[in-house]
């Protein structure tokens, strides 16, 4: 059980992915960050020291503070939120406990320098249908909750990358794109450190749907069927973006809490 204002690993871990995850925000010291610059899926790195001033945009919010070990610099970061308005607990045990666990850490050398915001900034090309809609979701899901995405004609996207400091991402001769048999949304998954069963199953399915080997899960049929009706649905590409984080929401659920349920009809069929 854990203590009061507190949360354990495993249930943070089952948060984070899903559109009810807290805001967490990384207070380890400079020296164990440096000794460890990995960030739990989705975290913000902030200091304690300021914590009156960036807490501000905390109020209202559900806030996970991590520190090395869960002790005085989460409690104290915590208790601050707190005053500002966040229901903000600590991580027990913190960073060191996560790891331990040997859940998901995301480098921080891979994760896009921030603008001004504190947000990511990235482009591709426009009318997107599977990766593309693949990728934003896994980036505001487990690394940027505040990701930026620019949808453009595809002749203009490396223009668009250098004049706006964005991260191409899903076109040819760039670090996020195709490799190989992997698509972009695989590349991800694994240059993230995010290679937990559900989303390496997930990833199995997004390749299929995307490279027209629906062979490889009975699942990319649907996904494929799904993410073309959508493009037909929305002219709009960030309201077609929006309405594919409802589906690939599902489909992660599906991969990480369902795939050994089954469905029959009629439930209460009378044996004769």
Known sequence: ?????????????????????????????????????????????????????????????SVIAVCHHGAKLSE???????????????????????EKAKLPLVPVAKIPKRDAEGRTLWVTRARPKIDRIACPWLIRR??????VFLFVAPQEV??????????????????????GELCTFDVMVEEFGLG????LRLATIVRAADTARLDLAPEAAGLLAASLGLSRMHADDL???????????????????ATDETHNWPTNKVKP
Not at 41 to 53: C, F, I, W, Y
Not at 159 to 169: I, K
């Open 76 to 98: 104290g970061t915590a208790a601050w939120l707190r005053q500002l308005g966040a229901d903000s607990v600590v991580l027990e045990g913190g960073f060191v406990d996560w």
């Open 196 to 199: 937990t069963e559900a989303l």
């Open 239 to 257: 309201e077609q973006l929006e309405a594919g984080m409802l589906l690939y929401d599902a489909f992660y659920r599906w991969c990480r809490d």
């Open 142 to 147: 487990f690394v940027d909750p505040a990701a």
């Open 1 to 61: 059980m854990s203590a009061p204002n507190s949360i354990k690993s495993e249930k943070l871990a089952r948060l984070i992915g899903t559109p009810a995850a807290p805001v967490i925000i990384d207070v380890r010291t400079q020296e164990d960050f440096e000794a460890d610059p990995r960030l739990i899926p989705g975290a913000l790195k902030r200091s304690h020291q300021t914590v009156s001033d960036w807490g501000k945009a905390c109020a209202g919010k």
């Open 158 to 179: 490396a223009a668009v990358a250098d004049r706006f400091n964005a991260t191409a991402f899903d076109i040819e001769n760039t670090q996020w794109s195709h490799r």
